[in-house]
């Protein structure tokens, strides 16, 4: 049975995770466990209190990250670390409420030992919330949030800013997201001010998916119902226009927002890839009487938007675990071999080694398939990693082989995307002869060492490139031609419709992101489990009305049918005798279903939609 079922029933969470206070937590995935950060100060006396975890529900706590400053300021906020090359940087803000400034601070741990760097990173009479992003090909950058006392909405926005290195920034902040809507008026009437009509945009965190960059950010006064968190998005990282914002307040609500009665003030959030790597979880505050209190949530995207599965406060499908490491990866020369892999996984490797001396000093994987082998080859002696025997890439000379680094493959039948530290080696999907059968590690005159080893079977499928579907893998209705365009698999329906991919899983979570092309046609679109030739479970939508149904049952009507017209999500997870039926963020159904092995497949009939999105990850 999967560790997620317990009795035939799936595992659950239930917010608050964390119920001491714990404002502006920030998470930090490093060698396969989670470390969170909070604002103020710890109870051991040193400031940012540090808690960790391996599922991100159950926490331990660790004391403060670090010594207060000699000369100590009253006020320590919204610490993040980002970790490189075997140091962690801890940015945080510190000052006096009325002035506050950016600082770094590094230590060689994630938990304890930061000594701050006497850097100041920025020159702004008022600087908080710092956030690092780092970008496909490596650029950093610095977002964070200042005052604007001449804008048309007086108030704090953010802003970003080029990193020259981990201590220095470019000195040329751009705004991102500046106040706009009443929804983030935090004080009509603010003394401290002046009396100014004050508003409050803060707490960015930055992600980037098929080319278009996403900021979240906290906007408002807690106290008020209409405190939340929204996004903006932009196609350029340092746009010379502020990026487009989400939620107005009114037609279009935040995101993640005070539900009275219920939940109070969710905000501050950051974002970070669940323990099976794939899922993503918003991670955010909200106040209870014991404060500002750690609670979390699954999030997603549907084309250009986000949408968080909350603010939840019933119990929550528990966070989806990697599977069990298969064989011994303790450090040997001699390396070792995963065998029989299913035609699409994810795994993450935390690795560090030991550079012997001469030539052919080379370390790295090699992935076997039916028809050849491809060798991911590191050499610490050119300092370059290369793929495939080609396209040598040099590292930074001050990369240090000896500090832990991470490796994130991802096979999807014949595609295999490779990241490093983030940074992707694979500007495209490398296109290999036949899905990877085994992975097998080497080392010649090194000695190589593994501290997490982490896989997750399944593939998530954004259509980034024009690959002809049915070369990858993909079985669709022999008479059908469902082309890639512009980032979607195009389905015409005139009849029946069946696409699948991939081997049947007993447990499961199954999603796609679609939008109705020809809202004039009768016809349906949906999800369906299937166990040999019998339809376990079907979870679709009828794209004239706009009414979802389960096993061809109506169980809800979206209210809006054009919303149909923009990108939307529908989600099962299966584990046990349980699926939970999702439509976006809204939990549609809970079912009892047969505990059987089933495949994935969608259908199409007489319907027109575009997919931006298909991913199917074991459990």
Same mark, same amino acid.
């Given at each position: 049975?999967?560790?997620?079922?317990?009795?035939?029933?799936?595992?659950?969470?239930?917010?608050?995770?964390?119920?001491?206070?714990?404002?502006?937590?920030?998470?930090?995935?490093?060698?396969?466990?989670?470390?969170?950060?909070?604002?103020?100060?710890?109870?051991?006396?040193?400031?940012?209190?540090?808690?960790?975890?391996?599922?991100?529900?159950?926490?331990?706590?660790?004391?403060?990250?670090?010594?207060?400053?000699? #000369?100590?300021?009253?006020?320590?906020?919204?610490?993040?670390?980002?970790?490189?090359?075997?140091?962690?940087?801890?940015?945080?803000?510190?000052?006096?409420?009325?002035?506050?400034?950016?600082?770094?601070?590094?230590?060689?741990?994630?938990?304890?030992?930061?000594?701050?760097?006497?850097?100041?990173?920025?020159?702004?009479?008022?600087?908080?919330?710092?956030?690092?992003?780092?970008?496909?090909?490596?650029?950093?950058?610095?977002?964070?949030?200042?005052?604007?006392?001449?804008?048309?909405?007086?108030?704090?926005?953010?802003?970003?800013?080029?990193?020259?290195?981990?201590?220095?920034?470019?000195?040329?902040?751009?705004?991102?997201?500046?106040?706009?809507?009443?929804?983030?008026?935090?004080?009509?009437?603010?003394?401290?001010?002046?009396?100014?009509?004050?508003?409050?945009?803060?707490? !960015?965190?930055?992600?980037?998916?098929?080319?278009?960059?996403?900021?979240?950010?906290?906007?408002?006064?807690?106290?008020?119902?209409?405190?939340?968190?929204?996004?903006?998005?932009?196609?350029?990282?340092?746009?010379?226009?502020?990026?487009?914002?989400?939620?107005?307040?009114?037609?279009?609500?935040?995101?993640?927002?005070?539900?009275?009665?219920?939940?109070?003030?969710?905000?501050?959030?950051?974002?970070?890839?669940?323990?099976?790597?794939?899922?993503?979880?918003?991670?955010?505050?909200?106040?209870?009487?014991?404060?500002?209190?750690?609670?979390?949530?699954?999030?997603?995207?549907?084309?250009?938007?986000?949408?968080?599965?909350?603010?939840?406060?019933?119990?929550?499908?528990?966070?989806?675990?990697?599977?069990?490491?298969?064989?011994?990866?303790?450090?040997?020369?001699?390396?070792? #071999?995963?065998?029989?892999?299913?035609?699409?996984?994810?795994? +993450?490797?935390?690795?560090?080694?030991? !550079?012997?001396?001469?030539?052919?000093?080379?370390?790295?994987?090699?992935?076997?398939?039916?028809?050849?082998?491809?060798?991911?080859?590191?050499?610490?002696?050119?300092?370059?990693?290369?793929?495939?025997?080609?396209?040598?890439?040099?590292?930074? !000379?001050?990369?240090?082989?000896?500090?832990?680094?991470?490796?994130?493959?991802?096979?999807?039948?014949?595609?295999?995307?490779?990241?490093?530290?983030?940074?992707?080696?694979?500007?495209?999907?490398?296109?290999?002869?036949?899905?990877?059968?085994?992975?097998?590690?080497?080392? +010649?005159?090194?000695?190589?060492?593994?501290?997490?080893?982490?896989?997750?079977?399944?593939?998530?499928?954004?259509?980034?490139?024009?690959?002809?579907?049915?070369?990858?893998?993909?079985?669709?209705?022999?008479?059908?031609?469902? !082309?890639?365009?512009?980032?979607?698999?195009?389905?015409?329906?005139?009849?029946?419709?069946?696409?699948?991919?991939?081997?049947?899983?007993?447990?499961?979570?199954?999603?796609?992101?679609?939008?109705? #092309?020809?809202?004039?046609?009768?016809?349906?679109?949906?999800?369906?489990?299937?166990?040999?030739?019998?339809?376990?479970?079907?979870?679709?939508?009828?794209?004239?009305?706009?009414?979802?149904?389960?096993?061809?049952?109506?169980?809800?009507?979206?209210?809006?049918?054009?919303?149909?017209?923009?990108?939307?999500?529908?989600?099962?997870?299966?584990?046990?005798?349980?699926?939970?039926?999702?439509?976006?963020?809204?939990?549609?159904?809970?079912? +009892?279903?047969?505990?059987? +092995?089933?495949?994935?497949?969608?259908?199409?009939?007489?319907?027109?939609?575009?997919?931006?999105?298909?991913?199917?990850?074991?459990?």
């Amino acid at each position: 049975m999967s560790d997620h079922a317990s009795g035939g029933a799936i595992k659950t969470y239930l917010n608050p995770v964390y119920p001491k206070s714990f404002p502006d937590p920030f998470v930090l995935k490093h060698d396969g466990r989670f470390y969170c950060y909070s604002t103020g100060f710890a109870e051991d006396g040193n400031v940012f209190g540090v808690i960790t975890s391996n599922d991100l529900v159950n926490w331990t706590e660790l004391g403060g990250a670090m010594k207060p400053l000699e #000369t100590s300021p009253p006020y320590y906020w919204a610490p993040e670390v980002t970790y490189s090359n075997g140091k962690f940087y801890l940015y945080y803000s510190v000052g006096n409420e009325t002035l506050m400034e950016i600082r770094v601070a590094v230590s060689d741990r994630p938990d304890s030992g930061f000594i701050d760097s006497c850097h100041r990173m920025t020159y702004e009479d008022f600087a908080i919330d710092a956030h690092v992003f780092i970008d496909d090909d490596g650029s950093k950058y610095l977002f964070y949030a200042t005052d604007f006392l001449e804008h048309s909405h007086i108030g704090t926005g953010t802003v970003v800013d080029r990193m020259i290195d981990w201590f220095t920034l470019a000195g040329e902040p751009h705004p991102v997201t500046r106040a706009k809507y009443d929804w983030q008026v935090y004080d009509p009437n603010r003394k401290e001010k002046g009396g100014v009509r004050w508003h409050t945009v803060e707490g !960015p965190t930055v992600m980037k998916r098929k080319g278009t960059y996403f900021e979240m950010f906290s906007g408002g006064n807690w106290q008020n119902t209409t405190y939340g968190v929204s996004f903006a998005t932009s196609n350029e990282i340092e746009a010379p226009d502020e990026w487009e914002q989400f939620s107005d307040g009114a037609q279009v609500l935040p995101i993640l927002r005070t539900e009275p009665d219920l939940i109070v003030g969710p905000g501050h959030n950051s974002v970070v890839r669940g323990p099976n790597n794939r899922e993503l979880y918003c991670v955010y505050h909200r106040w209870t009487d014991d404060g500002r209190v750690l609670a979390i949530d699954r999030m997603d995207f549907a084309g250009k938007r986000i949408f968080v599965v909350g603010a939840t406060h019933t119990p929550q499908p528990m966070t989806f675990a990697p599977a069990p490491n298969p064989c011994d990866l303790s450090a040997s020369s001699q390396g070792w #071999t995963i065998g029989d892999l299913p035609s699409s996984f994810l795994c +993450e490797i935390t690795f560090k080694c030991r !550079p012997g001396k001469g030539e052919n000093a080379d370390i790295g994987f090699s992935f076997a398939t039916d028809a050849e082998s491809v060798c991911l080859k590191f050499d610490p002696i050119s300092n370059e990693i290369s793929l495939g025997g080609v396209g040598a890439r040099k590292l930074d !000379p001050e990369f240090d082989w000896t500090a832990k680094h991470l490796i994130r493959i991802e096979a999807d039948h014949r595609k295999l995307r490779i990241s490093l530290d983030g940074a992707d080696i694979t500007a495209c999907p490398y296109l290999l002869a036949d899905p990877v059968t085994a992975i097998t590690s080497f080392s +010649e005159k090194n000695e190589l060492e593994i501290s997490s080893f982490q896989f997750t079977e399944g593939f998530e499928e954004l259509f980034e490139d024009d690959l002809d579907p049915r070369s990858n893998g993909w079985q669709i209705t022999a008479e059908a031609t469902c !082309p890639v365009e512009s980032g979607d698999l195009l389905v015409h329906a005139d009849s029946r419709i069946d696409i699948t991919k991939h081997r049947p899983l007993q447990h499961c979570e199954f999603a796609v992101n679609f939008r109705v #092309t020809d809202s004039d046609r009768v016809g349906r679109f949906g999800l369906v489990l299937r166990a040999e030739r019998n339809d376990v479970l079907q979870l679709s939508v009828d794209t004239s009305d706009a009414t979802l149904a389960i096993n061809n049952e109506p169980i809800h009507r979206i209210t809006d049918e054009a919303t149909l017209q923009a990108y939307h999500q529908l989600r099962v997870i299966k584990v046990g005798v349980e699926a939970f039926c999702y439509f976006d963020d809204l939990l549609i159904k809970k079912i +009892e279903i047969d505990d059987v +092995e089933c495949s994935a497949h969608l259908f199409c009939d007489r319907a027109s939609v575009a997919i931006e999105m298909i991913r199917l990850t074991s459990i």
